[in-house]
Structure formats: C-alpha cells, structure tokens
C-alpha cells in the first residue's frame, strides 16, 4: 500500500523560512506528477505548487518567488523550501502524488499533512 509521508512543519517567524518533505513507501513505480496544497483555517483546500516527473514546475501566484517545488525521482519524494514566510502562508500542507501506472491504473494518493504557522 502507497504511502505519503510529510514532515518539517512547525512554527516560524514572519521572514522565516521551511522546508517540507514528502516521503513515500509502497511504490514501485514512479509518481508521474507530485504536488503541495494546504488548507488554512475555514477556507478550502488549495494548490500550492506541482512538479512533474520531468521537474517541469507551476507555483500559486501567493507564493511565487518565495516557494520551490524540487523531487526526487529516485525516492519518489518531494520537498517544498518556503522563504519570506507571511502569517498568510499558515495552513496544514498535504503533499499529493497523482498520475497513471501499469497502462492505464488512475492513482492518487494523499498524505496526513503537516501544520505550518507563521506568527510573531
């Protein structure tokens, strides 16, 4: 069975910075497509960045210039390194692996998140 694994939320400081790792076990094959999204409190989830399996990468416009997205293909993991924090950017933060397998198999996998909070 496929599993997600996040890790390196925490407490930060406006300004700050974080790195977020996605770990995966039970694959044997590797993830077409991996994502971030977050949910902050009372608002619905959304995407914060994708990375495909060729390292092709799309950001939110909220975090543009101040995320990246990198994996590894390898390890089938995935990080997020988050600069220049904003009390906006607190959320729990799901990594999401999504694609095809063996032909034509629809996958899509979530992990159990990880809390990011930015306060003084």
């Known amino acids: 069975q496929v599993q997600l694994a996040e890790s390196g939320g925490g407490l930060v400081e406006p300004g700050g910075s974080l790195t977020l790792s996605c770990v995966s076990s039970?694959?044997?094959?590797?993830?077409?497509?991996m994502e971030w999204h977050r949910q902050a409190p009372g608002k619905e989830r959304e995407v914060v960045a994708i990375?495909?399996?060729?390292?092709?990468?799309i950001y939110a416009e909220a975090v543009k210039g101040r995320f990246t997205i990198s994996r590894d293909n390898v390890k089938n993991t995935v990080h997020l390194r988050m600069d220049n924090l904003t009390p906006e950017d607190t959320a729990v933060y799901f990594c999401?692996?999504?694609?095809?397998?063996?032909?034509?198999?629809?996958?899509?996998?979530w992990g159990q998140g990880t809390q990011v909070t930015v306060s003084s």
């Open positions: 999401r692996a999504q694609g095809t397998a063996y032909g034509n198999r629809r996958y899509d996998y």
């Open positions: 039970g694959s044997r094959f590797r993830f077409d497509v």
């Open positions: 990375v495909s399996s060729g390292d092709s990468a």
